[in-house]
């Protein structure tokens, strides 16, 4: 192993050893009720493993996201495209955007408990609100982008649209829709639970609501627990060595991806 | 410096074709008449008539903003011009499917950023019908003529400057063109790598016989490759002299007296 991994490897552990400690230490000094301690929490972690709803909460509350997120995805890619394609359709909407980015996801989940009261919907809407303006701006970005001299080659060796579309526009938007959908998917992800605590009847968020009105924190930190470890997976696992591979041609630029607009 | 013409046998002929066509014998590979071009209320081309022998090298050279690679563009088919025709191969062209034995290699090396070598040369036939099998064949060829089978997996930004010539005259050469129009080629290259690219040219042209075209602003250059050599003015742009290179004898070194005096003497008319 080279030096600066077993480095990086020997940080993290004590950093994850101090945590551990300090919320030991922490949690022995306060009721369990408000801090409960690193045990109670493991406790709390295997009984819910073993809880008969705990596979479809997670798998209900994924289910929305991913639902959410799809459709955010399509419609944002689209739309994106056709922004960038339309420079007259871009300053029209322009303001639109201003709005969508602005409006905070509590908003949006209000409305929704309005509008479509305790349902899937509502959490799917959520998601959807948060998550397509984001993947927009970024296709949008990326579409202006596309360098006209591409073009021409492409149309120069008898190109159609679409192949033009798929192999030039394509691959320079693809980037930006990365860091695009990536951000989104995270803020989906955790305004999800939002959603579901004030507008479902299942999933993750509804579990924590129903922890917190019964005072179990443990619950709560198991939960908490739980979700940051399947989103250091995902993302180390899933979305790391993804990207790595599709971009492998930057190799220099990787750290100049596109700057993402801030929600929530 | 190697400047000798080999004219080894080639698996790739791109030039047969033109030639073989029945009932066109010699037509001109390209001709084109009263070509004129305006943008806005400036008449970029006023009726420039030109006729490319099959198998010919022509030079354009002119001043900056006498519309050299506007004329390259018509002529490739990319931009239309307001008057005038354009025949390939003794064709009178009516749409931009004629075009697809004229190649264009245009004056930045324009390499897709995301795409291999090879892939950036097969780039050149995934607008036609061509079988995946023969693509990747072709594509192998081309890379092997221009000397890059050795670098076929890298990304462009790995490549040096003569390397990224090389792999966009491939992208050119894999589809087998008549006729190759190219834009400056090589005047971003350093002398000795440029000369190295001009053999290339002259030895893939001899083998393959197709017609070349090509605008420089560097005499040398000109002298080097033409068969003709035709001088273009401003304001509006036409087309001023015709310079006959057939009887200066290739190989052309450009330090030999004779080489030397041709150069000379194209420098002090422009
Ligand atoms: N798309 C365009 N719109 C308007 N004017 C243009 C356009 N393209 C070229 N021109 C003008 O046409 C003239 C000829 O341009 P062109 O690029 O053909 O010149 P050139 O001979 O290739 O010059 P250089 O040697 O500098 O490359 C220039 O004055 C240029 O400003
Ligand atoms: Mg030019």
Redesign the pocket.
Known sequence: MPKHLVTLVAQRALLAGVILLLWWIGASRLPSFVLPGPQKVAQALVSLWDSETFALDILTTCRRVLLGFGIATVVGTVLGLALGASRLLARFFEPMLALFNTVSSAIWAIFAIIWFGISDTTTVFVVFMTAMPLILTNVWQGAQTVEAQYVDLARSFHMSPPQILLKIYGPTILPYFFSGARLAFGFGWRVSLVAETIGASNGIGYRLRQAADLVQTDQVFAWTVLLVGLMLVLEGGVLKPLERRLFRWKAFSLSSRPASLQTN | MNLAVSYRSSPYNPGHAVLGMPGIGMAPALAVSGIAKH?GQQT?LGGIDLEVRPGEIVALI?P???????LLNILSGLLPPDAGHISIGGARTTGFDDWRRVAYMFQEDRLLPWRTVRDNVSFGLEGSAVPRGERRRRTADALRLVGLDGVATAWPHELSGGMRSRAALARSLVVQPAVLLMDEPFSRLDPQTRSQMHDEVLRIQADSGMTVIF?T?DMEEAVVLADRIIRLAPHPGRIVEALEMEDLPRPRIPTEPEVAERIRQLRVRT
């Not at chain 2, 900056?64 to 506007?70: A, E, I, N, Q, R």
């Open positions: 943008f970029i002119g900056s903003g006498c519309g050299k690679s506007t605008v602003h």
